[in-house]
């Protein structure tokens, strides 16, 4: 079995070869997504340099936090919100992908302890309209944005998109490039105090490529660096 640290050099290298190949000269940010993977696993990766980690399930997040509290670990929630956890990843996060509704933005926000900077969001976008995904169209992104932009606690980082499965490079591009250039046409209408919007989160094991081509810099990848999860997770 190849070691986290040698998937992670693969991944890196898959990562500077497709960022020569599509001429992106900026910083492409790498965040581990360890969700179902053991505390260990996660101590090797930033063994090997690894800081940035994604998690999906709270509960499981919060005992690898306790179980990691000496390193210094950026945690980010990609993982779908209820209501009632609100509370817990505000504060114990330092980054939330995952904001699919209004309600959940302002409860981060009224819940991020004064103490702490402020919460990094990226709103999720439904890019493909699937039923089966949560986020918002790209129709009501620029209000829900606006709405995002003035809660205290909380800055506006980005966009964060997962593509339909199965499709093929040129669909998976065409479909990420319209974030992109959602982003692009947020960008003038916000304060950059409270909505730097310097984040695109898309790009995952399976479209990585595809993403670095539309122009992510904050890729989301697991099974490549921690090997293939139950089918069901
Ligand atoms: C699981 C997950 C990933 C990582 O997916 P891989 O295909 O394992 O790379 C990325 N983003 C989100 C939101 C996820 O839930």
Known sequence: MPSISQNLNLVRQRIDAAAKNFNVSHHIRLLAVSKTKPAELLQQ????????????????????????AELEICWHFIGPIQSNKTRAISENFHWVHSVDRIKIARRL???????????????????????????????????????????????????????????????QQASLARLQQALTQLQPQLSQTHAPL???????????????????????????????RDPAQ
């Open 109 to 171: 926000s009224a819940q991020r302890p004064e103490q702490l900077p402020a919460l990094n969001i990226c709103l999720q976008i439904n890019l493909d309209r699937e039923d089966s995904k949560s986020g918002f169209s790209l129709d009501e992104l620029s209000e829900a944005a606006a709405i995002v932009a003035e809660l205290p606690g909380l800055k506006l980082r980005g966009l964060m998109a997962i593509p339909q499965k199965q499709a093929g490079f040129e669909q």
């Open 198 to 228: 310097d984040t695109l989160s898309m790009g995952m094991s399976a479209d990585l490529e595809a993403a670095i081509a539309a122009g992510s810099n904050m890729l989301r990848i697991g099974s490549d660096i921690f090997g293939q």
């Open 45 to 68: 990766a930033y063994a090997a340099g690894q800081r940035d980690f994604g998690e999906n399930y709270l509960q499981e997040a919060l005992e690898k936090q306790q179980a990691l």
